[in-house]
Structure formats: C-alpha cells, structure tokens
C-alpha cells in the first residue's frame, strides 16, 4: 500500500502493535506500513491455543517452516531497532492487555479467514475499542476478500472458471493499489526509544530443531528475503530452458506437469506463511512478461495458481466445515474406508512417523501405512510420498495422483490423506489442503469428476516418460531384488471405486 494512500495517519501520534500472523514480512505489508506512518512500532506474535480459538492446530512441517520464518522476521525488524514480542497463550487476553502496559494507541493487523479466528479477531477488537484503542484490519493474505467476488445472483461463486473471470480484474486493482514497482521496507519504520516494559504473559523461547527437521532445513531457507529472491529468480530466468514432454522446450505453463523438471515456482511455502504478498508475485510474473523475461502464456498460469488459491480460500469462508465434510453430501453415503465423519479437524491428532497410522482395521492400516511411506508397488506414488516425506513438499501433478491413488484405488477416506498432507508439507493451508483434496476425491465444489481416476501408470508414462523423478526418489526402483509389490490391482479397484460411486447416485 502506498503511503499517500493510507487512511488516518495524520502524522506520528504514538507507538502502535502491529499483529503478526499469515504475514511474516515487512514489505507489502499494509498493517505494517500504517503503523510505521503513524509513529513507532512495537510488533508481536501469539501462539494461540488451539483448545481456546478453537482453529486447528497447525502441522508439524509447517510449524517448523513458521519457526524459522518467525526468526528471520524478528532478525529483520531488530535491524530497525522494531522489538518482537513472541508471547504464548489466549489472544483475547493478551492483545487487548498490551496497549496499557506498552503505552500503545493503536493496534493492527492483516486480516484472516477461518471462521474461528474470525471471532477472535472480532473479539479482540470489540475490547480494544472499549478502551478507546485505535484498532484497523488490512487485506493483504489474498489477491480479493472472500466476500468480494459475487455471482450475478449475488452469491459467492462455487465453480472456478467463472469466479477466475470475475476475479481477474479485481486482482489487477488489488495488485496496482497494494504494491509499489520495487518491494521495500516501509518509510520511517523504527521502534519506541525505550524498550518495552515487561509484559505478564509467557514467552515463546528459542527452541533446538527437532532431530525430524533435518531434510527440511537441507532443503529450505525460511524467510521474506529467500522468498524475493525465489520470485526473482523465477521472473528473470529464461522459463523456455526448462524441458518439456519429447524433448521440446517449454515453460512453466507446460512444463510444470512434469516433475522430473524444474519448471514450478515454489513459492507456495513463502505465500502460505505470508513472506510474499500475492499481489507482489501477480505484479512481478506480469512485469517480467512485459519485459520479456517469462512469456505471457507462463505469467498467466502463474496468475491463474493465485486465482485457485484466492477461490479455495472462498470456498472456506463460506464452508468452514471444508476440512471435516464432503461439500457434495451425496458422498456422505459413499463406503470410504476409515470414514470418521463425525470427527472434526480440531480432533486429529498428527503423525509423527510415516509407517505408523492408527487405525482399528489392520488391512486399512497397512494400506494407509504402504501409501504414507510410499511403498505401495506404484514408482509414481511412491516416489511422491517419499519426496514429501523427505522435503515437507510435493510436485503438484504428483499430489494429484496419490490424491486420487489413495481416495479412488486404496477407497480411503480423503481426510486421512488431507491430515497427513496437513502434518507433512511446509505449505499446508486451513483452506488449500482440504479443498485440494475434496476436488480430487470429487467430493468438493469444482471437483475434479469422481469416474477421473489417474491411473499412476499411465500418469508416469506421461508426465515422466524418462524416471528421472521417479528415479530420484526411489533410487531401488530398478532393482529387482527391492521391488515392491503393489498393493492393490489399478484395473479391479477402478471399477470398485465406479460401482460404489454409481451405488451412490442412484
């Protein structure tokens, strides 16, 4: 957001606490940015208790990414002298409590969306207005608000193509009002002179790594600086150098389908914990094409993953209950295997090992066991399971076909799947990751049809023609002394998955 745009910052009139959550950055950061106009800055983040707000406690990978972001931060806003408080505990208690003791007159933060913490916030506003706090909200996590995009009967969109029509021009709005043409840290950004007084809520310390964090810290570096410099290198890279299918050239919009290729952006990661604004990446594919370092046909792809990403978060909104219930509730009937449909997200617990699921029925156990570990016979399946495993991330093809390998093939409940996606990838989402797995069940809105079943066999023949991904993660894959079995035959559970789906229709 642009200074000159922002409302009532009439000059410097106090110290404010800027709220940090989804928005672990200092550039294109519209809370931030109304607060370093307005005077000082005191920032804080709160590990809320999920047993208080109620929202789902956030997975292991992604706690892990959260960590390492939130020291990075911390290191970046000590360079402007800007203190951090990482406190732990009930936020309707400790935000509205924090302007009395640090002297603070305003509070803000950038707004989020699950239902639940949508009442906490409400909460924490409603006390800091009682006590005559100056208290704002920002967009900032998405493209448009989820209340923003209406159908022409006035309701919100539930099929993508016609939402991704109406959202497009909003975006450009959003995107021109949000962000300037080079990112930067806000004008004037500084810290009260004093250090703050102490405050009467626990700390958050530095902890050690957990030992399961190794393979992730190999391959990921957290934080707002890696995030520009990744959207960087993907904007100003020749995309025509990445291989496609049959040895022609092609970028991202082609080659991203292919993971044995290194075509995709991997900024999900950095939007998912708000080290980049989706509207820095819109602006920046788009600036790049104009420059004619990524070709028009590649910015529009990219733009079109944010639009997907801006829909699955509406889709939330608008059913909160996305990660427990099928939104089509003809699939409440459907025989899913370790179906606990009257469980919610809050109930889960997360894994802590691969091969080991609690489940009462030994078969599905050991199914679900073979899929998570990625030893269920099939090279395309397995080699995606131990790349999550190993790197808390996972080719977007490839999580389309063990998606629909375990709901379709295996007849496993999707939310088993969706929670240990939740547990194990560093970009997992209250709203992508259930949606995500209900439109490959095709039990969501905008489902992928439930008779589209990916075959992995056909599916490696396709998009890995070569083995080059699958041989990167299943190294074994060629010896015959350490084959796997498959565990289920494709052609038989493919009709079982289409007459139990017809069984339903009737």
Request: aromatic fraction near 10%; charge should be negative.
């Amino acid at each position: 957001m642009r200074s000159e745009e922002i409302p009532g910052t009439s000059g410097p009139v106090g110290t404010t606490v800027v709220w940090f959550r989804d928005d672990l950055r200092l550039a294109d950061n519209a809370a931030l940015q109304w607060a370093a106009a307005r005077g000082p800055v005191v920032g804080l983040v709160v590990d809320e208790d999920p047993g208080v707000t109620g929202a789902r406690q956030a997975g292991g990978a992604s706690a892990w990414w959260r960590g390492r972001s939130l020291e990075n931060l911390g290191t970046r806003l000590a360079g402007y002298r800007v203190p951090l408080l990482h406190l732990r505990g009930d936020p309707t208690v400790i935000v509205p409590a924090l302007p009395g003791i640090l002297g603070a007159g305003a509070v803000v933060w950038n707004r989020r969306y699950v239902e639940a913490l949508c009442r906490v916030d409400a909460v924490v506003k409603q006390r800091l207005a009682r006590q005559g706090v100056e208290v704002h909200s920002f967009a900032g996590h998405l493209l448009t608000e989820p209340w923003q995009v209406r159908s022409g009967g006035g309701g919100p969109y539930r099929v993508f193509t016609p939402y991704s029509r109406a959202a497009r021009q909003l975006a450009e709005e959003a995107t021109a009002a949000a962000v300037d043409d080079v990112p930067g840290v806000p004008d004037g950004l500084r810290g009260p002179v004093d250090p703050p007084a102490a405050v009467p809520f626990p700390a958050v310390p530095r902890s050690a790594p957990e030992p399961w964090t190794v393979t992730l810290e190999r391959v990921w570096d957290p934080g707002e600086e890696t995030a520009l410099a990744s959207l960087a290198a993907f904007t100003g890279d020749d995309r025509s150098s990445v291989s496609g299918r049959e040895g022609t050239r092609a970028g991202y919009a082609v080659g991203r389908d292919f993971p044995g290729q290194d075509a995709t952006s991997r900024l999900s990661p950095h939007l998912r914990h708000g080290e980049l604004s989706p509207h820095r990446v819109w602006f920046a594919v788009g600036a790049a094409a104009e420059r004619g370092d990524l070709r028009w046909e590649d910015a529009v792809a990219l733009r079109t993953e944010l639009l997907w990403r801006d829909f699955s978060w509406q889709r939330l909104y608008h059913r909160p209950d996305l990660a427990t219930r099928c939104v089509r509730e003809e699939f409440d009937r459907f025989p899913w295997r370790g179906d606990r449909s009257g469980a919610t997200a809050t109930d889960t617990a997360t894994a802590t090992e691969p091969c080991h699921p609690s489940a009462p029925d030994p078969v599905l156990a050991g199914d679900l066991a073979a899929w998570r570990s990625g030893e269920t016979g099939f090279p395309l399946v397995d080699a995606g399971m131990r790349e999550l495993w190993a790197t808390g991330w996972m080719h977007n093809r490839v999580r389309m076909v063990v998606a629909s390998f375990l709901t379709k093939n295996l007849l496993i409940h999707w939310r088993l799947g969706e929670e240990w996606f939740w547990d194990t990838l560093v970009d997992a989402d209250p709203a992508s990751n259930p949606f995500n797995w209900q439109w490959a069940a095709g039990c969501g809105d905008d489902a992928s049809p439930y008779f589209r079943i990916f075959n992995p066999v056909t599916q490696q023949k396709k998009f890995d023609p070569d083995g080059e991904y699958v041989g990167r993660w299943t190294a074994a894959v060629d010896d015959p002394g350490s084959v796997v079995e498959p565990v289920v035959d494709l052609a038989v559970s493919r009709e079982e998955a289409l007459e139990a789906y017809r069984k339903i229709r009737q």
